[in-house]
């Protein structure tokens, strides 16, 4: 059974473009979440999708958003970058009624 | 407002020198709480779930325990390859909420 599947697994971008990340959940989970993760503040919670919904949302700018397809792909794009916006970008997916997230590898956003 | 808190920020142990971790919370309801293991470059990857206070799981070298306030990953006789940041995170009993709430880890190296 293929993981979670991210891509790209590494991005370099200047102050003010756009970048999209597209995350493939393991086959059969429906729910996605995405996190940054950066050293000072660790792992913290962007947005869940459940079935092209979005379940729950972080405290994170406008300019973080993201979408669900009908076959639980997910994407997420951030708008007008910022320095402050380099990091490292997980999706996780879990399964109808469980409780464990199976992570990506995720993807290294670098912004210039 | 739900926190984890992990210590200590870094360990370095000898091969064979057991010890334990510290995962402490406050939460509004605990649904479970969660470690994970991170390697360089790699997402995390679970490695236990505890629901309720006196619980406890084991695999291989790493002992998880639970009670109402904190959490310990006791690592007995560790081997280099147990070398990794180990992450604590907790899920709020909030209805379909899946947010986790991250600690910020703890860094673990094992001297050969």
């Known amino acids: 059974k293929a993981g979670v599947t991210q891509t790209p697994r590494y991005l370099i971008k200047t102050r003010g473009q756009q970048v999209t990340l597209s995350c493939s959940p393991i086959s059969g989970h429906r729910s996605v979440s995405w996190y940054q993760q950066t050293p000072g503040q660790g792992l913290q919670f962007l947005f869940e999708y459940f079935s092209e919904t979005q379940r729950n949302k972080g405290n994170f700018p406008g300019r973080f958003s993201g979408r669900q397809f009908s076959n639980s792909r997910s994407e997420m794009n951030v708008s007008t970058l910022e320095l402050g916006d380099s990091a490292l970008y997980l999706c996780a997916s879990n399964g109808q009624g469980e409780n464990i997230q199976y992570f990506g590898a995720g993807t290294r956003l670098s912004v210039l | 407002e739900d926190q984890v808190t992990q210590s200590p920020e870094a360990l370095r142990l000898q091969e064979g020198e057991s010890s334990s971790l510290n995962c402490s919370y406050t939460?509004?309801?605990?649904?479970?709480l969660f470690w994970y293991r991170q390697d360089p470059g790699k997402g995390p990857e679970f490695l236990f779930t505890l629901y309720s206070a006196g619980e406890e799981k084991e695999k291989e070298r790493l002992k998880a325990t639970l009670t109402k306030k904190e959490s310990f990953l006791h690592i007995t006789a560790p081997k280099p390859e147990d070398s990794a940041t180990y992450l604590c995170a907790v899920q709020a009993r909030a209805g379909n909420n899946r947010k986790l709430i991250w600690g910020l880890g703890t860094s673990l190296a094992v001297n050969p």
């Open positions: 939460v509004s309801g605990l649904r479970g």
